[in-house]
């Protein structure tokens, strides 16, 4: 299989949909487009068909209608053709217990058909080593905390070199410090031309490492396309720092500024009209006595785009 160009589709879904027993529609009408060499974040609440989706693309599931295309080809009819290229972590990996986490790899390894058995040992040493767990590769896994599961199974993902690596919540259970580190991998195996298709309800997580995103809801895609579009797609916020907070409240409101939050360090409100001179509103608060510290408007976050689009904000910092 040719390895992707630029501007190629790694990931195209047509009207793609899941209906379960019952008439539950997890996914509906999915339209979605991944670019070649991206780092695409595919976000949503947790129940809104993401993990869904993913199985569908990986042929874990069939779904009730439409089509989906990986790496060129049908899913799931040409499961065995697509999977040797693509690396994938998916509601947590599955571990035997027994074994500790570098027999897991050997056993995984074993089991690829295209897997050179004379330098496993050396794929398995890198992998552990790309995850941060040879310390603790001689470990049982069964004795392995959640985010040390959750590194052994991107371990799992990496141990040979792939088109397409899709993630499933990577940083699920992991602490702060392991969660930049995966962050810093991903962009690592970007840089190195895999495309990475990233799932998580973390906005911050999606805005940190990905290039483009995907904005899921109940089922239905919202949006797509790149990051810094989709940011841009929503207003951002005005933001004065003074220790007048009550003041320059009252200035703001009296100049049209609406949505206005006070805080024992500074006020934030929608920027103001298209056409306002923001210097004019700054020296309209100096003269009223504000001290002002700081004035401007900082850009709208992915954060921001998902509220405007839904109305509704979820989780942003796990």
């Known amino acids: 299989m040719a390895a992707s160009t630029a501007g190629e589709s790694v990931i195209e879904t047509r009207a793609l949909t899941k209906r379960y027993g019952g008439g ?14 991206s780092v695409f974040g595919f976000l949503g609440p947790n129940g809104s068909g993401k993990t869904t989706t993913i199985r569908m693309l990986m042929g874990l599931i069939a779904p009730t209608s439409g089509a989906a295309r990986v790496l060129g080809e049908p899913m799931p009819r040409a499961t065995r053709t697509v999977l040797p290229h693509v690396g994938a972590l998916i509601e947590g990996p599955a571990l035997y217990g027994y074994l500790s986490g570098r027999d897991n790899l050997i056993r995984y390894d074993s089991a690829d058909p295209a897997a050179d ?15 941060g767990l040879t310390a603790a590769a001689g470990k049982k896994a069964k004795a392995y905390s959640l985010g040390m599961k959750q590194r052994l199974g991107l371990a799992a993902a990496l141990l040979q070199p792939r088109r397409l ?31 990475v298709f990233l ?12 290039t483009h ?9 919202l949006t797509q396309g790149p990051v810094a579009e989709l940011a841009a797609g929503a207003r951002g ?3 004065v720092t003074t220790p007048d907070p009550g003041d320059a409240a009252r200035v703001l409101k009296e100049r049209g500024v609406a949505d206005l939050t006070v805080t024992d360090d500074g006020v934030t409100g929608e920027p103001p009209a298209p056409g306002t001179d923001l210097a004019d509103l700054n020296a309209a608060l100096v003269a009223a006595g504000v001290r002002v510290r700081g004035f401007g408007v900082e850009r709208a976050s992915l954060e921001d785009a998902f509220v405007a689009l839904t109305g509704e904000g979820f989780d942003v910092a796990g």
């Open 24 to 37: 539950q529609l997890a996914v509906d009408g999915l339209d979605l487009t991944v670019p070649a060499g």
């Open 199 to 210: 799932s998580s309800h973390l906005l911050d997580e999606i805005e940190q490492v990905c």
């Open 213 to 221: 995103a995907a904005v899921m809801a109940r089922g239905r895609l």
């Open 237 to 239: 916020r005005l933001v």
């Open 117 to 131: 058995p004379r330098t496993r040992r050396a794929r398995v040493a890198t992998a552990l080593d790309r995850v």
């Open 165 to 195: 690596l899709v993630l499933d919540e990577p940083t699920n259970g992991l602490d702060p410090q392991g969660m930049r580190e995966i962050r810093s991998l991903v962009r690592e195996l970007a840089s190195d031309g895999t495309t």
